[in-house]
């Protein structure tokens, strides 16, 4: 890092500390946001002519309570900011090492309002697991069929009069999604229509009496080197998609 760099870095904290001081409702999600895709911009290395490596590793420090509000949100706030990083990065042309990763970290020595941002290029295995996200819980789907209902012998039990004993299932070959509904009383929809049978795309909704039913599919990422700046191939941070026409005919 040199001195323009430790110069910029010290002259954010002390913007971000005076901000903090005079406004003390907290940070906001798009706050941490913008301060990641800056901190996709600053640490952007031009490896070659077609490659431009940014980091795909973050921390984001914040003060205990704002560390506290955020992850009260729970996962979505994750996902959300990874999309975020994802799309900016393609805007630029930046290249990732690996998946992409990040954790809220907390952290006492901060003022509210204020946040810090640690990056780094991390070489990483990544490998992609389906989640449905129901009234604010994750549910990982492991394995090939699931059954969600509001019944005791459905795989994902929903407690919504509204819904059926085996209302819905989803169906996941390791690279494609289907959801059917199992002849349901009051029906299924899929992102507002009504559906017997339909492939999945990553962040569809279903709905189920009063019960809504995001579908996502989420990196699980495994560390190989966390040399930071190191040369490392390419690894995909793009989930699977669904295919109609192939695995489920």
Do not use: C, Y
């Not at 980091?55 to 003060?63: E, W």
């Not at 990732?96 to 907390?106: P, Y």
């Not at 992609?128 to 012998?153: F, N, Y």
């Amino acid at each position: 890092m040199g001195i323009l760099d430790n110069f910029e870095k010290g002259l954010e904290r002390a913007v971000n500390g005076a901000f903090a001081k005079t406004f003390r409702s907290g940070l906001q999600p798009v706050e941490i946001s913008a301060a990641l895709k800056r901190e996709l911009d600053t640490k952007a290395a031009v490896v070659s002519r077609d490659r431009i490596l940014v980091p795909n590793s973050f921390r984001v420090l914040l003060a205990p309570a704002d560390h506290q509000r955020m992850t009260t949100i729970g996962p979505t706030l994750i996902d959300d900011l990874t999309q975020i990083v994802q799309q900016h990065a393609a805007q630029q042309g930046f290249q990732f090492a690996g998946g992409i990763s990040i954790d809220l970290v907390e952290s006492p020595s901060l003022t509210t309002g204020v946040m810090q941002i640690e990056s780094a290029n991390v070489q990483q295995n990544v490998s992609w697991m389906p989640v449905v996200d129901i009234a604010g819980t994750r549910h990982p789907l492991t394995r090939s069929r699931t059954v969600i209902g509001r019944g005791s012998d459905a795989d994902i039990t929903v407690d919504d009069t509204g819904t059926s004993r085996k209302h819905v299932e989803i169906l996941w070959d390791g690279t494609r999604a289907e959801a059917r509904d199992l002849g349901s009383t009051n029906g299924s929809q899929l992102n507002g229509q009504s559906f017997s049978r339909a492939a999945l795309e990553p962040d569809s909704v279903i709905q189920i009496g009063r019960t809504s039913i995001v579908f996502r599919i989420v990196p699980q990422s495994g560390s190989r080197a966390g040399r930071p700046g190191g040369s490392a191939a390419p690894a995909s941070s793009r989930p699977p998609q669904s295919d109609p026409g192939g695995f489920w005919r």
